[in-house]
């Protein structure tokens, strides 16, 4: 295997570091926060949208039913739809803020995140999910930052994962990369702290210590 082929991809994608890397996977959430804002008045679209057109799929009429606010802001359980009726997002709001477990889908039902929220921050285990439904990366979050152990896996080839782990938002301890074909063998393992690496060793596929590149 090309060692640096994985990392060479990472750059490519995320910049120079494993850290832009995961970083790449919060934009993935950033852009669907963009969205929130165009679809804030869902209900009242969807009410205007059923008192004008009979025809007006079931899902919409649910999403009437289920969404709701509260001194405008969203409250309660909320489901959202794509105009082909696949469901597009649902949780709970309150006070216009996340809360609890949250997922939103591709349009053609790939789910693409799972995680949960206080106060509108990401708390708890979040996971992120490439287009063909395969893991891209997941983890432990306090109110948007990382913290605690995390799975990494290149968005070009699933299979091939790292094992890392973050404090406060910076890499810490020991971060192990695995051969990609033989993915039992430990290909590196870095030991991080504060954000810097101050240790590394390799193997080969046998198993056999070798100088790091």
Same mark, same amino acid.
């Given at each position: 295997?090309?060692?640096?082929?994985?990392?060479?991809?990472?750059?490519?994608? =995320? *910049?120079?570091?494993?850290?832009?890397? !995961? !970083? *790449?996977?919060?934009?993935? !959430?950033?852009c669907f926060a963009c969205t929130n804002q165009a679809n804030q008045n869902v209900s009242k679209q969807a009410k205007e949208t !059923? #008192?004008?057109?009979?025809? #007006?799929?079931? #899902? =919409?009429?649910?999403?009437?039913?289920?969404?709701?606010?509260?001194?405008?802001?969203?409250? *309660?359980?909320?489901?959202? =739809?794509?105009?082909? *009726?696949k469901l597009k997002a649902e949780g709970s709001y309150a006070a216009g803020l996340k809360e609890g477990l949250h997922k939103e889908w591709a349009n053609d039902g790939v789910l693409l995140l799972e995680g949960y929220y206080k106060k509108g921050k990401a708390n708890g285990l979040m996971k992120w999910f490439q287009e063909k439904g395969l893991l891209a990366g997941e983890g432990n979050m306090i109110d948007d930052i990382r913290d605690g152990k995390w799975k990494i896996c290149d968005i070009r080839k699933n299979e091939f994962c790292i094992e890392a782990f973050f404090k406060d938002g910076k890499r810490e301890g020991i971060w192990k990369i695995y051969h990609e074909k033989a993915k039992d063998k430990l290909w590196k393992e870095q030991t991080w702290k504060n954000d810097k690496i101050v240790a590394e060793k390799c193997w080969d596929e046998s198993g056999n210590k070798i100088e790091c590149i």
């Amino acid at each position: 295997m090309n060692k640096g082929k994985f990392f060479i991809g990472c750059r490519k994608h =995320y *910049g120079n570091t494993i850290q832009n890397f !995961v !970083v *790449g996977l919060l934009v993935l !959430v950033n852009c669907f926060a963009c969205t929130n804002q165009a679809n804030q008045n869902v209900s009242k679209q969807a009410k205007e949208t !059923v #008192e004008t057109n009979t025809t #007006e799929t079931s #899902e =919409y009429v649910d999403n009437l039913i289920l969404n709701q606010y509260k001194n405008d802001k969203k409250e *309660g359980l909320w489901k959202e =739809y794509y105009e082909n *009726g696949k469901l597009k997002a649902e949780g709970s709001y309150a006070a216009g803020l996340k809360e609890g477990l949250h997922k939103e889908w591709a349009n053609d039902g790939v789910l693409l995140l799972e995680g949960y929220y206080k106060k509108g921050k990401a708390n708890g285990l979040m996971k992120w999910f490439q287009e063909k439904g395969l893991l891209a990366g997941e983890g432990n979050m306090i109110d948007d930052i990382r913290d605690g152990k995390w799975k990494i896996c290149d968005i070009r080839k699933n299979e091939f994962c790292i094992e890392a782990f973050f404090k406060d938002g910076k890499r810490e301890g020991i971060w192990k990369i695995y051969h990609e074909k033989a993915k039992d063998k430990l290909w590196k393992e870095q030991t991080w702290k504060n954000d810097k690496i101050v240790a590394e060793k390799c193997w080969d596929e046998s198993g056999n210590k070798i100088e790091c590149i």
